[in-house]
């Protein structure tokens, strides 16, 4: 029952990120660094790292492994 209700709020959370901060947010969850995905995306590092910043303040996480958790969570991973 706890696991459901983590896996509802973890999916809800998620519903608030952009389509390229999803995307990004993918990216890191499959182990991408900073540099791979800008140049997977086309974009500028330094915009992949806003975007994780903004990613981080949605999700309320400060860490790639709290990412992960999310993930792991929602069956992403």
Do not use: H, P, W, Y
């Not at 949605?58 to 790639?64: D, I, Q």
């Amino acid at each position: 029952m706890i696991q459901e209700i983590k896996k509802i709020k973890s999916i809800e959370l998620l519903t608030t990120l952009a389509s390229r901060e999803r995307e990004v947010f993918d990216l890191i969850v499959s182990g991408q660094r900073t540099k791979e995905i800008s140049d997977q995306l086309n974009i500028k590092a330094n915009t992949v790292s806003t975007i994780k910043k903004v990613i981080f303040r949605k999700l309320k996480v400060s860490t790639n492994i709290e990412l992960f958790k999310i993930a792991q969570e929602c069956a992403l991973v």
